[in-house]
C-alpha cells in the first residue's frame, strides 16, 4: 500500500500536471493568435482606408467596419474549433468520431440552411465589393429607392412611396446605383409643327437656367438638345440637365410644369 500510494499518486499528479500543462499552452495560444489576427486585419483595414479618397472615407467607414467585425469572427469561430479538437485529443478522445458526427450534423443542417447561407455570402460580397452603401440611391430588381439597412443577410430599401423593402441578398442578380456621379434628367416636348424652334429653344434654356436656381439638387442647367422626332402632326425636343442622385424625378415636374406655362404664355401649342 506504501509503494501504491507514493508512485501512483505521484505519477498522477505528474499527468495531471502535463494535461494541465498543454491545456493552458493551447488556451495561450488561442489567444495569442486571435490577438495577432486581429491586430493584422485592423491594419489592413485601415490601409484600406487611408487609400480612399478624402470625400470617399465617411461613406465607406461603415462597410469596411463590417467587413472587419464578419472577419474577425469567422478567424474567432476556426480558431474555436481548432482549439477545441486540440484539446480533446490532448485527453486522448478519438477526434477523428467527433469530427464525423460534427460532419453529419453540418451536412443535414447545411441543406436546411442553403437559403440563409447564400444570403450571407451575397451580402460579405456587396460589402467587399462596395456594390452601394447605406443612404443611396439604387434600383434592385423592380424596387428602386434610398438604401436604408445593409445587413448581411437582407437590404432594405425605402422606395418613393414610402414603402419600407426587405430583399434577401441573395435574390439580388443586378444592381443599378445612381449614387455614383450625376445623373442625367431627361423630358421631350411636343411642339406644333408651326411653332418658331428658336424660339421654343430660347425659352426652354430660360426656364432651365431658372430651374438651375430655384430647385436644390441641379447641377447643370437643363438646356434643349435638339430634335429628336418630327413629322406633320408635331415636332419632339428633348431637355437634358445634370442632377443629384434622388432629385431627377422632383427636376423634371418642375420643368414641364415651367416650360408649359411659358408656352402658354408665349402662345406656342403644344401637340
Known amino acids: 500500500m506504501e509503494f501504491f500510494a507514493s508512485d501512483y499518486w505521484r505519477e498522477l499528479a505528474q499527468a495531471a500536471l502535463v494535461k494541465v500543462w498543454m491545456v493552458a499552452s493551447i488556451l495561450v495560444l488561442f489567444f495569442l493568435v486571435r490577438f495577432f489576427a486581429n491586430r493584422l486585419i485592423d491594419r489592413l483595414m485601415k490601409s484600406l482606408l487611408e487609400r480612399e479618397a478624402p470625400a470617399d472615407v465617411f461613406q465607406n467607414t461603415a462597410r469596411v467596419k463590417t467587413i472587419c467585425s464578419l472577419s474577425k469572427s469567422v478567424i474567432f469561430y476556426v480558431l474555436v474549433l481548432i482549439t477545441i479538437i486540440m484539446l480533446l485529443d490532448t ?56 438604401v436604408t439597412d445593409l445587413g448581411m443577410r437582407v437590404t432594405q430599401i425605402r422606395d418613393g412611396t414610402g414603402k419600407l423593402v426587405f430583399i434577401s441578398n441573395g435574390d439580388i442578380t443586378q444592381v443599378t446605383n445612381h449614387s455614383r456621379g450625376p445623373i442625367l ?27 438651375k436656381e430655384s ?10 438638345d ?40 408665349d402662345g406656342i401649342r403644344l401637340a
Open 226 to 265: 435638339g430634335i429628336v422626332a418630327a413629322d406633320a402632326g408635331r415636332i419632339t425636343i428633348r431637355v437634358t440637365g445634370e442632377v443629384r442622385p434622388g432629385r431627377a424625378d422632383t427636376v423634371q415636374t418642375a420643368l414641364r410644369e415651367k416650360i408649359i406655362d411659358r408656352f402658354e404664355q
Open 185 to 211: 434628367a431627361a423630358i421631350e416636348i411636343s411642339v406644333a409643327p408651326d411653332s418658331s424652334i428658336e424660339r421654343v429653344r430660347q425659352i426652354i434654356d430660360n426656364v432651365g437656367r431658372e430651374i
Open 91 to 146: 485527453f486522448n478522445i478519438d477526434t477523428k468520431a467527433v469530427l464525423t458526427a460534427a460532419g453529419v450534423i453540418g451536412l443535414a443542417l447545411g441543406f436546411g440552411a442553403q437559403k440563409l447561407v447564400r444570403d450571407i455570402i451575397a451580402g460579405f460580397f456587396v460589402l467587399l465589393e462596395n456594390q452601394y452603401s447605406v443612404g443611396e440611391y439604387v434600383t434592385i430588381g423592380a424596387v428602386t429607392g434610398i
Open 215 to 224: 430647385v436644390a439638387g441641379v447641377i447643370s442647367a437643363p438646356v434643349a
